[in-house]
């Protein structure tokens, strides 16, 4: 009985991921992501699959964002007609970010360049093949065992324990960052032969989770006195929802007063929907707080921005104020419009409360460039960049060890979803201290286990 895995994204860097499996009998994938970042990386987005779409029996979706499912459509476009397992949030979710990633192309206002690759068509119908399984509820696909388990990322997300000819393979998915608020820590499994893990801080430790509101204070304080805008670049999937549990909780302790909140991202509305849905699913402190706030994510000041003329109208606007806006590393969509307005006053912030990927314009501001593009207009950056890595949805380099020391058997880990230097550092630890076989596979590479 043969197994080989191959490596077709998320290999030295974050995006893109893409994994293939082949038993005698059968061949499925692991998510089928889409490559972001500079021109270097989107261009694999063009590349065809190394595979042949129609031969694939099924796919596992470990969660929502984009570089885990933005390819999906083009799978479906190229023949691919099997079922895509993941949970019901995952499928609700991947609905939502699916849906805005084709209209976001239709209408040209997209740098990713891949309209060629797939209709808006195929994007519906390829969620006819969702088929969704709860954590912890075992299925089998042909001769293939599956469960998904809790990966703490996002909500949805998923790690997966995969059974097939007498091995077990786990995949990690995004790992998340424990503690982060909302979400359940990741699961510990104990079992395994191969684990394939990301590496996405590989190299880092977070900052201590309590900086996250202390630094966010500070910057609506400074925003207070200076009667000036806080502009957070935010994903519209889980960051957002994080922002506004936090800010929702400073309200209620009171640590600020009349200052809006605009959520100028109508996605992140839908998609904050979808997260009042699921609340079972969310941690313990969750639930406790459930019980004396109905809506965590909402609280007075806090305003939606549905229409383009009412995100317009935030330009205007006098007075201090929070504009949570996407695209998170601000390389699209309307916080563009909040930097390119926005950015030249050296009393407002710019707070990046997530990882920019190279190339970016969240990158480049992170790294200190002041004279950028922005919407076709080359503009100078005078407000404070800030960053809250305490939001990272990540777990770090120690989150990643406690939880693959959870292991009883000896796996060997492929390091993945890292850039080469995180996976590097990472791959040392994991042999020094727990004395575990760590491989860094390269693009493309298929290993028979
Ligand atoms: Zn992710």
């Known amino acids: 009985m043969s197994l080989s895995l191959q490596f077709l994204g998320a290999v030295g860097g974050v995006t893109g991921s893409n994994f293939l499996a082949r038993t005698d009998t059968q061949a499925f994938l692991i998510d089928c992501g889409l490559f972001q970042g500079n021109s270097q990386n989107r261009a694999h987005n063009d590349e065809p699959f190394a595979y042949d779409p129609k031969e694939i029996d099924f796919l596992i979706l470990t969660h929502a964002h984009l570089d885990h499912c933005g390819l999906i459509p083009k799978l479906y476009h190229q023949g691919f007609r099997g079922k895509i397992y993941c949970t019901p949030a995952t499928a609700e979710l991947a609905k939502e970010i699916l849906s805005d990633s084709a209209h976001i192309r239709e209408h040209g206002a997209n740098e990713l360049q891949i309209e060629a690759l797939f209709s808006y068509q195929d994007t519906l119908d390829a969620f006819k093949l969702f088929k969704t399984y709860n954590y912890n509820q075992p299925f089998k696909d042909g001769e293939i065992k599956i469960c998904l388990q809790d990966a703490g990322h996002i909500l949805g997300s998923a790690m997966v324990e995969v059974w097939a000819s007498g091995k077990k393979l786990v995949f990690t998915g995004d790992l998340g960052n424990s503690p982060v608020p909302i979400l359940r820590d990741p699961t510990k499994i104990l079992e395994a032969d191969y684990v394939v893990s990301e590496s996405t801080y590989g190299s880092r430790l977070h900052e201590a989770v309590d900086l996250r509101s202390k630094k966010l204070v500070t910057a609506i304080e400074y925003a207070q006195r200076h009667k000036a805008k806080i502009i957070i670049p935010s994903f519209a999937l889980e960051r957002t929802q994080d922002l506004l549990y936090i800010l929702n909780q400073l309200k209620n302790q009171k640590k600020f007063t009349n200052l809006p909140v605009f ?25 406790k707080q ?8 909402s609280f007075k000041g806090f305003k939606e921005t549905a229409t383009r003329t009412e995100s317009m109208a935030l330009n205007d606007l006098v007075g201090p104020a929070i504009y949570i806006a996407g ?74 060890l406690n939880w693959l020391n959870n292991f009883k058997t000896q796996p060997t880990v492929f390091l993945v979803h890292g850039e080469q230097k995180s996976r590097e550092i990472l791959a040392e630890k994991i042999t020094k201290q727990l004395k575990l076989k760590a491989i860094l596979p390269k693009l493309k590479q298929t290993i028979d286990l």
């Open 263 to 287: 959520l100028d991202s109508p996605l992140a509305g839908r998609i904050t929907a979808i997260y009042k849905k699921y609340t079972p699913l969310f941690d313990e402190e969750f639930q």
């Open 327 to 400: 695209s998170g590393m601000a390389d699209a969509g309307r916080v563009q419009h909040h930097i390119l307005h926005q950015g030249n006053n050296p009393n407002n912030q710019i707070i990046f409360v997530g990882f920019q990927v190279p190339g970016t314009l969240g990158r480049k501001l992170v790294d200190g460039l002041t004279r950028v593009r922005v919407m076709d207009h080359f503009i100078t950056v005078k407000a404070k960049i800030g960053s809250i890595n305490a939001f990272s949805a990540h777990a770090d380099q120690k989150g990643v």
């Open 290 to 297: 459930l019980k004396s706030d109905p809506d965590l994510f």
